[in-house]
């Protein structure tokens, strides 16, 4: 089992169970055991600007840069290769895919060359069922593919959608897909839309749902730091430049059992609650995601609605489901709130200061697992009532042969099926890893015990102090 490793404020962990992203992370300590075991640590590197990054990304990353070796061609899959004379040219439409999938041992969903991704399989499946031609097969920029959201490694989804044209003739298409596809990986449907319909343009909300157990609001408990393992699987951390390197026991199974009967308590999960709604409305969340300043207009987001339900009971361990429902979503922007809202509830912090998280003091939030989270679905709600005017406008101006119906993007359409795939590829799973990995016990064990002054802001009057404030050129 690969150990996971901490370090100071002017650090960052770097574990086995770490997420790994194209994105930069935080260049500040990032308690993160939400990976299964066995992915190899990513090295440590110096935190990358915007600038750098998109550099980065069109040198090394992007589709022009894969031009001269394309990522297909080195896979030598059995996909149709473009052999003699050209094929027929068939005719293609614009379509919204509905698709869903477990995102587990993939690096997230939108592809990037050298990288498994879920886009990357769907668009293998699509060039081999012939609803992506020959000709287009060496690059899904070809049939313009986009998606509605692009989900971290790890991170699960109920409902997402891509944008492409597509070859659909056949009428069997998305069963062939699916006879494909992994089975983490479902496409539920399709419908054809305009021309410029955009999968993550023409979205208008998003919708996740964030699930946690309830032991992770009880209150703290720092564990002692020792020079040497006094078990195989403890946890390793590094603090600072030093090469010393120290260790911190996982729960026993006497501790596990405590956590897993645990019920919270009424008062505690009403904080919770509270913590949660404060993030409704327009706000600055620079200090929720990487790479974003306070003065930065892309900062404001706009979350509708967030509704926490009641703890329920999963095979003796009780469990809280959170609903967000946003306009759009920065990077770790979810993970941070719901770990800024957890060490809030366990530990008795007002909820003040959340308020103050909002300004432009930059302050480290560290992100919780991502083994909780999963996208429920996009919403289109303008560009479904556009079609639906368009449809009228065609019944009152044009003969029966001429009008053109236009279906609406409705994952309501495939709500059952949907259903059954969250239970048995989803929710079962992250239930599962948690028993066996204890990801989210192993996220606040480190948490509680790092001995570090980056949280000093969760105190009794909910105060920021000075040594918890970042400064950075922005500041």
């Known amino acids: 089992m690969n150990e996971p490793e901490i370090s100071n404020s002017n650090e960052k962990i770097?574990?086995?169970?770490?997420?790994?992203?194209t994105e930069e992370k935080d260049s500040r300590l990032l308690p993160v055991a939400d990976t299964p075991s066995g992915w190899p640590a990513p090295p440590q590197r110096k935190p990358k600007t915007g600038k750098e990054r998109k550099e980065h990304f069109i040198k090394n990353r992007s589709w022009k840069a894969a031009e001269s070796k394309p990522r297909w061609e080195d896979k030598k899959d059995d996909r149709p290769q473009q052999t003699g004379e050209k094929e027929p040219r068939l005719p293609k439409k614009k379509v919204a895919m509905l698709i869903g999938f477990n995102g587990t041992g993939y690096q997230g969903m939108q592809s990037n060359p050298d990288a498994k991704s879920i886009e990357g399989d769907l668009f293998d499946v699509l060039c081999k069922v012939g609803a992506v031609s020959k000709d287009n097969s060496t690059d899904p920029g070809k049939v313009q593919l986009v998606r509605a959201a692009r989900t971290d490694k790890g991170v699960h989804a109920a409902g997402n959608l891509v944008s492409l044209k597509l070859i659909t003739e056949d009428p069997d298409l998305v069963t062939k897909i699916n006879d494909l596809l992994p089975e983490q990986i479902r496409v539920w449907g399709y419908v054809e839309t305009s021309r410029s319909f955009h999968a993550k343009s023409s979205c208008d909300s998003r919708t996740y749902e964030y699930l946690l157990p309830s032991y992770v609001l009880m209150?703290?408990?720092?564990?002692?730091?020792?020079?040497s393992p006094g078990a195989?699987?403890?946890?390793?951390l590094f603090i600072g430049d030093s090469e010393k390197v120290y260790y911190v026991a996982r729960s026993t199974p006497e501790e596990i059992k405590i956590k897993d009967q645990y019920r919270v308590e009424t008062s505690v999960f009403e904080e919770f609650r509270k913590s949660l709604d404060m993030f409704n409305g327009t706000h600055?969340?620079?200090?929720?995601?990487?790479?974003?300043?306070?003065?930065?207009?892309?900062?404001?987001?706009?979350?509708?609605?967030?509704?926490?339900?009641?703890?329920m009971l999963i095979e003796d361990t009780e469990w809280i489901s959170v609903k967000l429902h946003g306009q759009s979503f920065m990077l770790h922007q979810i993970r941070k709130m719901i770990s800024m809202a957890a060490m809030i509830a366990r530990s008795k912090t007002p909820t003040s200061l959340?308020?103050?998280?909002?300004?432009?003091?930059?302050?480290?939030?560290?992100?919780?697992?991502?083994?909780?989270?999963?996208?429920?679905?996009?919403v289109y709600s303008i560009y479904n009532r556009k079609a639906d005017k368009a449809n009228e406008h065609d019944i009152l101006t044009k003969s029966p042969e001429?009008?053109?119906?236009?279906?609406?993007?409705?994952?309501?359409?495939?709500?059952?099926?949907?259903?059954?795939?969250?239970?048995?590829?989803?929710?079962?799973?992250?239930?599962?890893?948690?028993?066996?990995?204890?990801?989210?016990?192993?996220?606040?064990?480190?948490?509680?015990?790092?001995?570090?002054t980056d949280y000093n802001y969760i105190n009794s009057e909910g105060a920021i102090p000075k040594e918890c404030i970042i400064v950075t050129k922005h500041t």
């Not at 195989?232 to 390793?236: I, M, P, T």
């Not at 929720?288 to 706009?302: A, C, E, L, M, P």
């Not at 259903?419 to 066996?436: G, H, R, S």
């Open 219 to 227: 209150p703290p408990h720092k564990k002692e730091l020792k020079d």
């Open 402 to 452: 001429e009008a053109k119906h236009r279906d609406a993007i409705d994952f309501d359409k495939y709500k059952n099926e949907i259903n059954d795939f969250k239970e048995k590829w989803i929710y079962k799973k992250i239930f599962e890893t948690e028993k066996n990995e204890r990801v989210f016990d192993d996220y606040f064990i480190l948490l509680d015990s790092t001995p570090v």
């Open 354 to 378: 959340i308020t103050k998280s909002f300004e432009a003091d930059r302050i480290n939030i560290p992100k919780a697992p991502a083994l909780g989270l999963l996208l429920e679905r996009p």
């Open 232 to 236: 195989e699987d403890d946890k390793k």
């Open 284 to 311: 600055n969340f620079h200090n929720y995601t990487v790479g974003r300043s306070f003065k930065d207009k892309s900062s404001n987001r706009y979350m509708m609605n967030i509704e926490t339900s009641e703890p």
């Open 14 to 21: 770097n574990e086995s169970n770490n997420e790994n992203t």
